[in-house]
């Protein structure tokens, strides 16, 4: 599997980890209210950008972007 592959999926599970602390989800919940909003293709498409985030700064664009998208978790 190529390096880069491997990156975004270590970096697709710590972001949902994150995520889940952050708003004290399951990482299983938060992993589905992602996907739910299309935050997995937001991931895909701006890796370069996220994974160059401080984490603080990750979980607040993943959630403004499922907010946009019509999640309710603030």
Known sequence: M???????????IMLVKLFASHYQ???QQAYRYISRYDGMAFIERHFNILSSLPFKDMVQSMSDYCRKNGGLLS
Do not use: A, E, F, N
């Open 2 to 12: 190529p390096q880069l592959t491997l990156d975004k999926i270590d970096y697709t």
């Open 25 to 27: 989800l399951t990482p």
